[in-house]
């Protein structure tokens, strides 16, 4: 079929690649959503007013380059001392990266639900935490998630960029290959392809989610 | 009992409501008119403590709503509210929406939730639609379901905010009847509402809210055939 150099070696040098970028991710978009539901929830309780210390921190997470936010993060950490491994400093930056978009998804979300929608749940005699839980959790989530699926996919292809770290995430891996088997066109097809198979359950998570709701919406 | 006594209360720099005094005893049917803007649904949400107040005080069976001390969560299960819309929570079918309180917040077991439920359901007729999501449903029955949702915690009042004046002219009825069947079985209410047939039938008083002001109580042949006050004349001139 193909005449190719690639080893089953090689391969298995790419599925650890594969390996780390999920590792990353999956730590980051975890960490990041905890905190961007934190950061939301509170955005959403105190109001623009008090909220905008918060609001500048995490717009300037948006607003700067990735690329620049992990080697700044990276000096940072080694004047600090902290002696942070690459993955750690990645991930760190990584999750507040997350945490910013994700804060905005989680207040959009909450201030999806309409007013008199919890109004009433609290004249039931709910505690803010009942109309969290009860309510406003699962109706914003709803809403939010196909954000928040966008999200995750655009981490996961954004996390290459922790290859600047030293860190052999897939895509390093890939280029690793090219430079030694001279075969981009190939291995980068393969990459590709990883990223689309390890994406499409998160990417169907969303579809089947959506289809299981759509009836009570 | 709820007592109302000089109430004040601004969004801003508009002051909404400038010192409401209004007594309701138990089993007592009050309605509420007026314009838009007069601060009728705001009065609504004050007696429950959604929304603070500026000053005076709003007593229910004694308790002080606005007290710091005044455990909120806990008075509101006597007094029951339903809103002009937004009232159902989308994602739980009609069942659910009715247990959710009596589960979460009395704490009652599964099955005495689900007996409460289907008591209160089927008393206004939605004994049919136990299984199926609020968006199925028509406004009518929707607001049905909020009303059965909100008796479910055995409310010792009931305030409804303009419960109608969303719906098709064709369901105003099926929940007007509702509400006829609730006062004729001793509820008491405060009804904000532009029905003025239905406010006639089933008040013992009516009131007249106009910019921020109670400017007229009575009983509703004397409100609405013998009015006193010169805006609430107007006012009922306009709405014939
Ligand atoms: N949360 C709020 N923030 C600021 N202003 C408000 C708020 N709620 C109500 N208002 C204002 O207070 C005034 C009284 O409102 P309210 O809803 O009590 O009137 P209403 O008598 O119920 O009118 P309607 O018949 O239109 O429902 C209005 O001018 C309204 O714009
Ligand atoms: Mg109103």
């Known amino acids: 079929m193909f005449n190719t150099a690639l080893s089953w070696s090689d391969l298995a040098f790419l599925a650890q690649g594969a390996g780390m970028t999920l590792a990353v991710t999956a730590v980051s978009v975890a960490a990041g959503t905890v905190l961007g539901i934190l950061f939301g929830v509170i955005r959403f309780q105190v109001g623009p007013y008090w909220a905008a210390p918060l609001t500048f921190v995490l717009d300037v997470f948006r607003s700067v380059p990735l690329l620049i936010q992990l080697v700044l993060g990276n000096a940072l950490q080694a004047i600090m001392k902290l002696g942070w491994a690459p993955f750690t400093t990645s991930c760190v930056v990584l999750s507040l990266y997350t945490a910013a978009y994700c804060t905005e998804i989680v207040r959009g979300g909450i201030d999806s639900v309409p007013t008199n929608t919890r109004r009433a749940a609290r004249s039931l005699g709910m505690s803010w935490f009942q109309d969290m839980r009860y309510i406003v959790a699962p109706l914003a989530v709803r809403v939010s998630l196909p954000s928040w699926i966008g999200l995750t996919l655009g981490v996961m292809k954004d996390s290459a960029l922790v290859l600047w770290l030293g860190l052999i995430e897939l895509l390093r891996a890939s280029q690793i290959l090219v430079t030694r088997l001279q075969e981009p066109l190939f291995i980068l097809l393969i990459c590709g392809a990883i990223y689309f198979i390890i994406s499409l359950p998160i990417a169907r998570l969303g579809g089947y989610l959506e289809k299981r709701w759509s009836p009570n919406d | ?240």
């Not at chain 2, 005893?25 to 107040?53: D, H």
């Open chain 2, 1 to 240: 009992m709820i007592e109302i006594e000089n109430v004040r209360k601004s969004f801003g720099s508009l002051e909404v409501l400038k010192g409401i005094n209004l007594t309701v005893a138990k089993g007592e049917v009050v309605t509420i008119i007026g314009g838009s803007g007069s601060g009728k649904s705001t009065l609504l949400t004050c007696i429950n403590g959604l929304e603070p107040i500026d000053s005076g005080r709003i007593k229910i069976d004694g308790t002080e709503v606005h007290a710091r001390s005044t455990d909120l969560n806990k008075l509101r299960q006597k007094v029951g509210i339903v809103f002009q819309q937004w009232n159902a929570f989308p994602h739980l079918t009609v069942l659910e929406n009715v247990m959710l309180a009596p589960r979460k917040v009395l704490g009652l077991s599964q099955e005495k939730a689900e007996e409460i439920a289907v008591k209160q359901l089927t008393h206004v007729g939605l004994a049919e639609k136990l299984a199926v999501y609020p968006n199925r449903m028509s406004g009518g029955q929707q607001q049905r379901m909020a009303i059965a949702r909100a008796l479910a915690m055995s409310p010792t009042y009931m305030l409804f905010d303009e419960v109608t004046s969303a719906l098709d002219p064709m369901l105003v009825g099926e929940v007007l009847d509702t509400l006829r069947m609730l006062a004729s079985e001793g509820m008491t209410m405060i009804c904000v509402t532009h029905e003025m047939k239905f406010a006639r039938e089933v008040s013992d008083r009516v009131a007249f809210f106009h910019q921020g002001v109670m400017a007229e109580i009575a009983p509703p042949e004397q409100l609405f055939d013998a009015p006193q006050n010169a805006e609430t004349k107007k006012f009922l001139a306009a709405t014939h």
